[in-house]
């Protein structure tokens, strides 16, 4: 495999739906072997992390009533709130320049947190939208 | 609840996340919150955000923590509830993944592939600036909490440090202030 086609399986791993880290495995797998080399990326890619999960699971549910565990726990969890927040402000920050796409943007986040709009739903309407921008952005003849 | 019924509900739920989770399933945590809590009541928002940072936490992808909502969720036969959780999460959109790839070939060309992946990228984004606020409600509502995330948030973006390393220190000072 050489780097274009790397670079190609990225782009198609981050555009379709699933971990961006497991479908990239998946390409690279194909690639390689064909569907039985997908497979085989499949199972490589997601049953370590599945045992690692389980195991801190099975922890959490026989210590979570430790008030160390507890306060460990908070903690953690306010920490991830903290690296929440930073994903969305890179990712927001790459939407700069462009008022249409930030209004989208927040009408998106307001409307899913507030008023729990299902998530096909939000997909088909501001993804939807946000295409016939991109579309009609494109087709714009640059001046 | 019946336990198989449950065990439909956790297929159906996490397949359909899975055939929706655009951008690197980013976007999913929302709606999972609300199945999860909400709707079937599996776990507690609390729990919820403490699943979702063990997934940050484990190497690989994060959605990984879709286990521990299954194992939650079926008491009498957690690693069941586990697995059907997980293959659901994974396996729907991982044979989108093979199958395009076929396609790919032809649409690698079109203007369609940007116009796509462009156009859905703000609703995506919404959609995780909609996860802080999901994961905002299981995280303990004190000063301490928040300035932890808010120095975190910092380091983060100054990328100082790692994901998993920035998780232990907060829970290093969880132990010694949030007890």
């Known amino acids: ?143 | 609840m019946n336990g198989v019924d449950n065990l439909l509900h956790l297929l159906w739920t996490f397949a359909q996340l899975s055939v929706l989770g655009f951008g690197g399933g980013k976007g999913i945590i929302p709606q999972m919150h609300y199945d999860a809590v909400t709707r079937y009541q599996w776990v507690t928002s609390q729990q919820f955000t403490q699943f979702y940072t063990i997934g940050k936490l484990v190497p690989g992808p994060t959605t990984v923590f879709a286990a521990l909502v299954g194992y939650a969720a079926t008491p009498g036969r957690p690693l069941l509830g586990a697995a059907v959780a997980t293959i659901a999460m994974f396996v729907p959109s991982s044979a989108i993944m093979v199958v395009f790839d076929a396609l790919w070939v032809r649409f690698q060309a079109s203007p369609w592939r940007v116009i796509i992946s462009q156009g859905l990228a703000p609703a995506i984004v919404g959609l995780v600036w909609s996860s802080v606020w999901t994961i905002a409600r299981g995280v303990e509502v004190s000063a301490v909490a928040y300035a932890v995330a808010v120095v975190v948030t910092v380091l983060m973006l100054r990328r100082k440090l790692s994901a998993p390393v920035l998780i232990l220190l907060s829970g290093v000072v969880g132990v010694a202030a949030l007890r």
């Open chain 1, 1 to 143: 495999m050489d780097r274009d086609c790397f670079m190609d399986g990225l782009e198609i791993a981050q555009i379709l739906p699933g971990p961006n880290i497991l479908n990239l495995a998946l390409y690279c797998g194909q690639r390689v072997r064909g569907v039985p080399g997908a497979v085989a990326a499949f199972l490589g890619a997601s049953i370590p992390p599945f045992i690692i999960v389980l195991i801190a699971g099975a922890l959490y549910f026989k210590y979570s009533a430790n008030p160390f565990v507890q306060g460990a726990l908070r903690g953690c969890a306010a920490g991830a709130l903290g690296l929440t927040v930073g994903n969305a402000l890179e990712l927001a920050w790459d939407e700069r320049g462009d008022w249409a796409r930030i209004v989208l943007l927040a009408v998106t986040a307001l409307t899913v947190s507030f008023l729990h709009m299902p998530l096909l739903l939000v997909l088909v309407v501001f993804g939807g939208i946000g295409i016939v921008h991109q579309y009609v952005k494109t087709r714009r003849p640059k001046q």
